[in-house]
């Protein structure tokens, strides 16, 4: 299957601070990633769609100013969570899209924690 | 109603057993199925990808799809403590967005 990863896999930060998760594709081009969030024991929540070379599309109630997204490539998208907050604290995963077979490939994950 | 429904669970079976996991959708016009399994902590693995009304099988894991019923479901044969894991039934929606719509997850534990 497709690889997709994350970086870091985990982080530790203090409130206010800013934090930015790369996504990388290894072995496919993806046109589109996702970002999702999980918070333990929950279902995955979609965050926002992120299109290479566009403005991303996000979820109803996800703060686009808090949460930004860039795609600048069609192997890397960027998520940073700026001044970040205690409840902040989540899993965020990433997908790559393989449109050919709308299959998306999940990273392994950025665990954060925001003290 | 939810768009994709699965039962949390838990389902138990005993090591060696059939484990039958289902999902049901509301969409009629989806096109793509998968099944994703999550391990605690984890992120979603891709088990299994289905298209056409019928079986499919790979290893010890086989895909149902039934459109005119509006349900997929997996079985996993001779299953394993390994295999005790969230299963995620997700569908591709009929927008062009690309979005997955998934179900809340069925909790599977296989007991020795």
């Known amino acids: 299957g497709a690889v997709v990863s994350q970086h870091p896999s985990r982080v530790i930060c203090k409130s206010g601070t800013s934090v930015k998760i790369e996504c990388r594709s290894l072995?496919?081009?993806?046109?589109?990633m996702f970002w999702y969030r999980q918070f333990p024991k929950k279902s995955l929540m979609l965050m926002a769609t992120?299109?290479?070379?566009?403005?991303?599309?996000?979820e109803q109630g996800v703060e686009k100013d808090k949460f930004l997204i860039n795609h600048a490539s069609l192997t890397l998208s960027t998520l940073t969570v700026t001044s970040a907050h205690p409840e902040d604290s989540s899993f965020y995963i990433c997908?790559?899209?393989?449109?050919?077979?709308?299959?998306?490939?999940f990273g392994p994950g950025t665990r954060l924690t925001v003290l | 109603q939810k768009e994709v429904e699965q039962n949390s669970g838990p389902l138990s079976v005993p090591e060696g057993a059939i484990a039958s996991l289902n999902c049901t959708y509301s969409?009629?016009?989806?096109?793509?199925f998968f099944w994703y399994r999550q391990y605690s902590g984890k992120s979603p693995e891709l088990i299994m990808s289905?298209?056409?009304?019928g079986d499919k099988e790979d290893g010890r894991f086989t895909a149902q799809l039934n459109k005119a019923s509006q349900y997929v479901s997996l079985l996993i044969r001779d299953s394993q403590p390994s295999d005790s894991a969230t299963y995620l039934c997700?569908?591709?929606?009929?927008?062009?967005?690309?979005?997955?719509?998934f179900g809340q997850g069925t909790t599977l534990q296989v007991k020795p």
């Open positions: 997908s790559g899209e393989i449109r050919s077979t709308d299959t998306q490939y």
């Open positions: 072995d496919f081009q993806a046109t589109t």
């Open positions: 992120s299109n290479e070379g566009s403005k991303a599309t996000y």
């Open positions: 969409d009629r016009v989806s096109q793509s």
């Open positions: 289905i298209y056409s009304n």
């Open positions: 997700a569908v591709h929606g009929s927008s062009n967005t690309g979005k997955l719509i």
